[in-house]
């Protein structure tokens, strides 16, 4: 990867004579990009291109070997092309190409991967832009120039949206280390690109426009041992997107809250549009991550203000009132009508003296957390004068763990001031939106930092349970069935030691009585068939018998009803469950995500989940400190704290039981497509929970 990154010499393989075609483009861009390192222009024909001899093939450049080759031929030469490359020990093999998987050519590019790869080397793409790397000065693609200087490795899936953004970083002084296009990602992908940048000494921060992983896990691995800020922009989450599913775990994970719960452990920032892209990542490679809770902001206008106060709450950074003591401090520095409360209000009678001063006794104050300069253009100072004073109050702190940004709103001179900050790593904005924004994301950092790696322990408990709950899964594919009854999956989740009430299957009213008197009144009765999934739909289910003579009213009804519903369905008989006591219910499902596999979701349960959608989701497996920070994330969670004089439910079994599903779906991966665990009962703190309702389904083999 360093010799695709930092190459010292490049060939390009298509490279043409013909002003405007991409083999010409490619060959002008490094030459007017300065790059220094050794340029072999591969043509059959031409003698020179772009005034640099040519070769007939990469075997016949004076070289033992080649740091890059830059494929521009046709779709049909590239595999002989590639060929002939390999031989010449090519390290990078970097396709601009297209017409390979994207329009179905699968075979063709596995070719070429299988060349590639065999010789040790790697393939960038096919169906690419190019690399366009400013460390070296090497614009290896047919984008016009090598973009903005800065410290963002901008990595993209998608090669237009790559050039449209490399003009675009000029126009924001959107700092880039490098811009690199990965196209169909036959196998470069943008875990190795997370593994290189980590590295990397140019870069600070990574920003990633991903339309799909291809590998989920290894991106998750790549992600939370990157120890650098990466943030991505997510496109094609609607929800058209996902297939249907049979349970309810499987509809309501979307691609959204998966690639969100994926990111999440990965530590990656999710940026809602490209705008929270490139300004969230002008800040994440300048500034450091924002390690207390408190911005204090400082500003000429009371309106700005304002609206930063909103955007801050917004992003989850909430302005709070500064100390007394932090006050007094800021008072002497603004008129008597000023506020120093925060928004800090200097009005505009106090020039750059009073946001020099002032952001002096912020940064070292020990509650602030960053800082935020918002600048509205008057007639009475000078934006060039208020960059000065933001600057210098810097240097007069010296080196601080604080991060700073600022927003300035005006015309010419605003944007010239703003320009002078950014060339000094202080990231400014246009709108108070915009700074709190990228201000929320280096304090998003921060956690991320602070919670470390909470790497997944297996219980020490559950070391037959694998075992155990394949062999219910055997039986159950051996008589030709793609999902478990409620009764086998019981097994299954009783393997894994996860609390389930006590029950017995009957097959006849005499056996559920009996059943009932073994288990005591009151007791539940539910029907058990594979074919029958929602039970109460089919008149399936009676609640709270309390003798002989209901419990067997209560199967033949229940036999008779599910007959009605589906007359081919086989049912297997009535399950007699104890009565769970009352409690708050919640679900604890898994969907097997083609990306990421096993996701676990959880939220509240019951019916309220179809319509609520109030859930979340980790990918498995996670510890159960991973499962405690779920609950708060969803918005029902006071209800589980106790409300109205109730007592709180028992969030820390519930968190053991969700580490353990995830255990469970982990291990049976190559087995289950879905779990839906609905409801799970969450009795009082410390009196643990039953998991009253359980589903499995199968994948298809």
């Given at each position: 990867?360093?010799?695709?990154?930092?190459?010292?010499?490049?060939?390009?393989?298509?490279?043409?004579?013909?002003?405007?075609?991409?083999?010409n483009?490619?060959?002008?861009?490094?030459?007017?990009?300065?790059?220094?390192?050794?340029?072999?222009?591969?043509?059959?024909?031409?003698?020179?291109?772009?005034?640099?001899?040519a070769?007939?093939?990469?075997?016949?450049?004076?070289?033992e070997?080649?740091d890059?080759?830059?494929?521009?031929?046709?779709?049909?030469?590239?595999?002989?092309?590639?060929?002939?490359?390999?031989?010449?020990?090519?390290?990078?093999?970097?396709?601009?190409?297209?017409?390979?998987?994207?329009?179905?050519?699968?075979a063709?590019?596995?070719?070429?991967y299988?060349?590639i790869?065999?010789?040790?080397g790697?393939?960038?793409?096919?169906?690419?832009?190019?690399?366009?790397?400013n460390?070296?000065?090497?614009?290896?693609?047919f984008?016009?120039?090598?973009?903005?200087?800065?410290k963002t490795?901008?990595?993209?899936?998608?090669?237009?949206?790559?050039?449209?953004?490399?003009?675009?970083?000029y126009?924001?002084?959107?700092?880039?280390?490098?811009?690199?296009?990965?196209?169909?990602?036959?196998?470069?992908?943008?875990?190795?690109?997370?593994?290189?940048?980590?590295?990397?000494?140019?870069t600070?921060?990574?920003?990633?426009?991903i339309?799909?992983?291809?590998?989920?896990?290894?991106?998750?691995?790549?992600?939370?041992?990157?120890?650098?800020?990466v943030?991505?922009?997510k496109?094609?989450?609607?929800?058209?997107?996902?297939?249907?599913?049979?349970?309810?775990?499987?509809?309501?994970?979307?691609?959204?809250?998966?690639?969100?719960a994926?990111?999440?452990?990965?530590?990656?920032?999710r940026?809602?549009?490209?705008?929270?892209?490139?300004?969230c990542?002008?800040?994440?490679?300048?500034q450091?991550?924002?390690?207390?809770?408190?911005v204090v902001?400082?500003?000429?206008?009371?309106?700005?203000?304002v609206?930063?106060?909103?955007?801050?709450e917004?992003?989850?950074?909430?302005?709070?009132?500064?100390?007394?003591d932090?006050q007094?401090?800021?008072?002497?520095?603004?008129?008597?009508?000023?506020?120093?409360?925060?928004?800090v209000?200097?009005?505009?009678?106090?020039g750059?003296k009073?946001?020099?001063?002032?952001?002096?006794?912020?940064?070292?104050?020990?509650?602030?957390?960053?800082v935020?300069?918002?600048?509205?253009?008057?007639?009475?100072?000078v934006p060039?004068?208020?960059?000065?004073?933001?600057?210098a109050?810097?240097k007069?702190?010296?080196?601080?763990?604080?991060p700073?940004?600022?927003?300035?709103?005006?015309?010419?001179?605003?944007?010239?001031?703003?320009?002078?900050?950014?060339?000094?790593?202080?990231?400014?904005?246009?709108?108070?939106?915009k700074?709190?924004?990228?201000?929320?994301a280096?304090?998003?950092?921060?956690?991320?930092?602070?919670?470390?790696?909470?790497?997944?322990?297996?219980?020490?408990?559950?070391?037959?349970?694998?075992?155990?709950?394949?062999?219910?899964?055997?039986?159950?594919?051996?008589n030709?069935?793609g999902?478990?009854?409620?009764?086998?999956?019981?097994?299954?989740f009783?393997?894994?030691?996860?609390?389930?009430?006590?029950a017995?299957?009957?097959?006849t009213?005499?056996?559920?009585?009996?059943?009932?008197?073994?288990?005591?009144?009151?007791?539940?009765?539910?029907?058990?068939?594979?074919?029958?999934?929602h039970?109460?739909?089919a008149?399936?289910?009676?609640?709270?018998?309390?003798?002989?003579a209901?419990?067997?009213?209560?199967?033949?009804?229940?036999?008779?009803?599910?007959?009605?519903?589906?007359?081919?369905?086989?049912?297997?008989?009535?399950?007699?469950?104890e009565?769970?006591?009352?409690g708050?219910e919640v679900?604890v499902?898994?969907?097997n995500?083609?990306?990421f596999?096993?996701?676990?979701?959880?939220?509240?349960g019951?019916?309220?989940?179809?319509?609520?959608?109030?859930?979340?989701?980790?990918?498995?497996?996670?510890?159960?400190?991973?499962?405690?920070?779920?609950?708060?994330?969803?918005?029902?969670?006071?209800i589980?704290?106790?409300?109205?004089?109730?007592?709180?439910?028992?969030?820390?079994?519930?968190?053991?039981?969700?580490?353990?599903?995830?255990?469970?779906?982990?291990?049976?991966?190559?087995?289950?497509?879905?779990v839906?665990?609905?409801?799970?009962?969450?009795?009082?703190?410390?009196q643990?929970?039953?998991?009253?309702?359980?589903?499995?389904?199968?994948?298809?083999?």
């Amino acid at each position: 990867m360093e010799r695709i990154f930092n190459p010292q010499s490049v060939a390009v393989i298509g490279a043409s004579a013909r002003v405007g075609s991409i083999g010409n483009t490619v060959v002008q861009n490094l030459i007017d990009g300065k790059y220094a390192g050794k340029i072999f222009p591969i043509n059959p024909t031409a003698p020179e291109i772009c005034g640099i001899k040519a070769f007939k093939s990469v075997a016949d450049c004076p070289t033992e070997s080649i740091d890059l080759a830059v494929y521009t031929v046709p779709e049909k030469a590239v595999v002989n092309c590639a060929r002939d490359a390999v031989k010449k020990s090519v390290a990078g093999h970097v396709v601009i190409t297209s017409g390979f998987s994207e329009v179905g050519n699968t075979a063709a590019e596995n070719e070429l991967y299988d060349i590639i790869h065999k010789s040790g080397g790697r393939l960038v793409g096919p169906n690419i832009v190019g690399l366009l790397l400013n460390n070296c000065n090497c614009n290896a693609s047919f984008a016009p120039f090598l973009p903005y200087r800065g410290k963002t490795a901008l990595v993209s899936q998608s090669g237009a949206l790559l050039i449209a953004l490399d003009g675009t970083t000029y126009l924001r002084k959107f700092g880039c280390s490098s811009m690199v296009s990965l196209g169909n990602m036959a196998d470069v992908d943008f875990a190795d690109c997370l593994d290189f940048y980590t590295k990397d000494p140019h870069t600070g921060c990574i920003a990633l426009y991903i339309e799909g992983v291809k590998n989920g896990r290894r991106f998750l691995e790549a992600g939370r041992h990157c120890n650098k800020p990466v943030i991505a922009l997510k496109s094609g989450v609607s929800a058209h997107g996902a297939a249907a599913a049979a349970s309810h775990t499987g509809s309501l994970a979307g691609a959204v809250k998966i690639y969100d719960a994926a990111f999440n452990q990965a530590k990656v920032i999710r940026a809602m549009d490209l705008d929270e892209l490139l300004d969230c990542s002008l800040a994440l490679s300048m500034q450091p991550a924002m390690k207390g809770k408190n911005v204090v902001v400082i500003t000429n206008g009371g309106g700005i203000g304002v609206l930063s106060s909103d955007s801050a709450e917004q992003f989850g950074i909430p302005l709070e009132t500064a100390p007394k003591d932090l006050q007094e401090l800021f008072k002497p520095c603004m008129p008597s009508f000023g506020s120093a409360k925060n928004p800090v209000d200097i009005t505009g009678g106090s020039g750059a003296k009073g946001y020099e001063d002032c952001i002096e006794i912020a940064l070292k104050s020990e509650w602030v957390g960053a800082v935020a300069v918002l600048y509205c253009e008057t007639a009475v100072t000078v934006p060039d004068q208020i960059a000065d004073a933001v600057l210098a109050a810097i240097k007069k702190v010296g080196k601080t763990d604080k991060p700073i940004g600022g927003c300035f709103v005006g015309g010419n001179l605003c944007q010239e001031a703003a320009k002078k900050m950014i060339e000094n790593n202080i990231p400014v904005y246009d709108n108070p939106k915009k700074l709190m924004c990228a201000l929320a994301a280096l304090r998003q950092v921060a956690k991320f930092q602070e919670r470390g790696n909470d790497e997944f322990k297996p219980f020490d408990d559950c070391k037959d349970s694998k075992a155990k709950a394949l062999e219910v899964i055997k039986a159950c594919r051996a008589n030709g069935r793609g999902a478990l009854t409620e009764y086998e999956a019981r097994q299954v989740f009783q393997a894994y030691n996860i609390p389930v009430p006590k029950a017995r299957l009957a097959k006849t009213p005499e056996e559920a009585a009996a059943a009932a008197k073994e288990i005591g009144y009151p007791v539940v009765m539910k029907i058990v068939s594979p074919q029958i999934l929602h039970k109460s739909d089919a008149g399936g289910v009676k609640l709270n018998l309390k003798d002989d003579a209901g419990i067997k009213e209560a199967f033949k009804a229940i036999m008779e009803s599910c007959h009605k519903y589906n007359e081919k369905a086989d049912l297997h008989g009535v399950l007699i469950g104890e009565m769970a006591p009352w409690g708050k219910e919640v679900i604890v499902g898994c969907v097997n995500d083609t990306t990421f596999g096993p996701t676990v979701m959880f939220g509240m349960g019951g019916i309220f989940v179809e319509v609520l959608k109030d859930v979340t989701f980790r990918v498995a497996p996670f510890s159960v400190e991973t499962a405690k920070s779920m609950l708060p994330e969803i918005k029902s969670y006071p209800i589980l704290k106790g409300v109205r004089g109730e007592k709180g439910r028992d969030t820390d079994a519930l968190a053991v039981v969700m580490s353990r599903v995830s255990q469970m779906v982990w291990d049976l991966k190559e087995e289950v497509k879905e779990v839906d665990a609905n409801p799970v009962i969450v009795y009082e703190e410390t009196q643990g929970l039953n998991v009253v309702d359980a589903r499995i389904i199968l994948t298809a083999h």
